[in-house]
């Protein structure tokens, strides 16, 4: 699947929520309008990049906060593709230039954590070389674990 990257800005703020529908994600945080509070702050910050069709759809989000894990290392603070997109090497094309972009920075880690129930996503950022390096229990809700994962470069 071909897109083009770009950095979010607030006339697509609406469009950079649609892409966490339906997902496990939006399902596990929907509480108290989470993820569109995320979607928001991130755009907000000029810290997200999209992933936009070659029909100018946003089909594509990615959050980075550059010093964002212990004020070190890049997070993914923030990631989703679009229902109709999932399966289509969206994500992992996003992941992969995660990875790049951090490297070309010149950072020797990059950092990201899953919901322990998104199974697809966790399988996803395995496939990609990160690696499970601890669970935070109860992070954001207290019934849903997260865990932390890590890639060095």
Do not use: H
Request: aromatic residues 14%; contains cysteine; charged residues 30%.
């Amino acid at each position: 699947m071909n897109f083009t990257l770009e950095k979010a800005t607030m006339d697509r703020i609406d469009e950079c929520q649609e892409v966490f529908l339906n997902s496990a994600l939006f399902e596990l945080y929907k509480r108290d309008d989470c993820i569109q509070k995320w979607v928001r702050e991130g755009v907000e910050r000029g810290e997200v990049y999209i992933a936009v069709s070659s029909q100018n759809e946003v089909i594509g989000y990615m959050w980075i906060e550059w010093t964002g894990f212990v004020g070190t290392y890049p997070y993914l603070a923030l990631f989703g593709v679009k229902k109709k997109y999932r399966g289509e090497g969206v994500g992992r094309a996003l992941i992969r230039i995660y990875k790049g972009l951090c490297k070309e920075l010149g950072y020797k880690k990059c950092t990201m954590f899953v919901s322990k129930p998104n199974v697809r996503a966790r399988k996803l950022y395995m496939s990609e070389g990160f690696r499970k390096c601890g669970e935070v229990k109860g992070f954001v809700f207290p019934d849903i674990d997260e865990c932390i994962m890590i890639k060095d470069l």
